[in-house]
């Protein structure tokens, strides 16, 4: 079963730090060194001084040490209750304003095995090495791992009921550096953390993003667990998550393009391939190229499909999978990325692969030696049904957007203190 609890979060004293603005992060992952840069050099006490601290070996003392002073000197304040966190965030995409809600609480973590969470992605070890020293030097937690789980209709109406009938209003609010509005509420009352708690237990939890946060959280929970015992209240045992229901409105999945670099025997290997797709011709001079790609793929069908660019743009075509090789996929395979992997993909001597949820950006630097696959999100139903049967999706598969905010809230995962359950 899967268990939601309260938390007491620690969160910024914004009298003492700066605008919370200036506070909060990107996830890491999504982000490059110079950005890093700035936001640190905006306010040191961006959290990104302690989520991805600078310099060498040193860095995770480095961070343990600034974590525990600014507790001591006020910067970061420990709430004085358990709480859930309803998280809401507004944002722009394609010309609709929409709005995503969800809410931030503590997740017991389960072994892979029990089934109770469950992933749609592989993750890396030199990715989980980094977060795991971390996360064993300072015993914190700063971001959220994504979590969705499937409909439930009484946890979305208290929610909802909550951000309506609240007095106070949220106790946050920021605005990322992509104009999207970043609101946390908190709910303390009793009755109301039960209700999300015991309206989940019988769920299974989906890994949205952090599939490297939750596997670096497993190890850390084993070695903790070795060295001091196995009481299942200790706080190393549970994990800060973002948990959002599957149908809602705001939900939002970006495809991730592929730019990939091949040499002369590539592009041979490539036009072989071409024979198992049925492929139509789209214009590709002048401007507004992605658009016509995107409504091509709009248009299609739920066979298997994705733009090819080619010719240092020049070219462009759209690629569905005949319907002799379409037929003989079950349907949870049917689906633009995973064929796009398993037929394309893998039998190309790839040189380089390149990453971009933005059709304009990634033809900007398409280069004579490669090819972009333009991709149409993977739908959130096809995720979850990976997940459920123990399978995972080729690498970047999905971009949820927006991303949540790193900082609104952290979590200690140390030895001290407990998490009772409810």
Known sequence: MAVVLPFRGLRYDQDRAGLIDTLVAPPYDVVTQEEREWLIAQNPYNIFSLELPHGNEDRYERAKHLFNAWMTDGILKKEDAPAIYPYQIEFHLKGK???????????????????????????????????????????????????????????????????????????????????????????????????????????????????????????????????????????????????????????????????????????????????????????????????????????????????????????????????EAAKDLPPHKRFDVLVLEETILKALPCRSIAYSSECKEALKGLGQDQVLFLLRPTPIDKVLDIADRGLTMPHKSTFFYPKILTGLVVNQAGEDGRIEPL
């Open 97 to 323: 304003v929409l709005s995503r809600l969800g809410f931030v609480a503590l997740v017991k973590i389960e072994e892979w095995g029990s089934r109770i969470i469950r992933p749609h992605e592989k993750t890396f070890d030199r990715v989980t090495e980094d977060r795991y020293r971390l996360l064993s030097a300072t015993r914190a937690q700063f971001s959220q791992i994504f979590v969705i789980y499937r409909h439930n209709e009484p946890v979305s109406s208290l929610l909802s009921l909550y951000i309506e009938k609240s007095e106070d209003g949220p106790v946050c609010a920021a605005r990322d550096r992509a104009g999207n509005n970043h609101r946390l509420w908190r709910i303390t009352d009793k009755d109301a953390i039960k209700g999300i708690h015991d309206a989940l237990i019988d769920q299974p939890l989906y890994i949205a993003d952090g599939h490297h946060r939750y596997t670096t959280a497993l190890k850390y929970k084993k070695d903790m667990n070795a060295r001091l015992g196995g009481d299942p209240a200790m706080p190393f045992n549970y994990l800060m998550a973002y948990l959002v229901d599957a149908e809602d409105p705001g939900l939002a999945i970006l495809p991730t393009h592929r730019m990939v670099t091949l040499d002369t025997e590539g592009f041979d290997r490539l036009n072989r391939l071409s024979s198992t797709f049925e492929t139509k011709k789209i214009e590709a001079d002048g401007n507004g190229l992605c658009q016509r790609l995107e409504a091509a793929l709009a248009k299609g069908s739920d066979i298997p499909s994705f733009g090819v660019v080619l010719d240092h743009g020049k070219r462009a075509e759209i690629w569905q999978l005949k319907d």
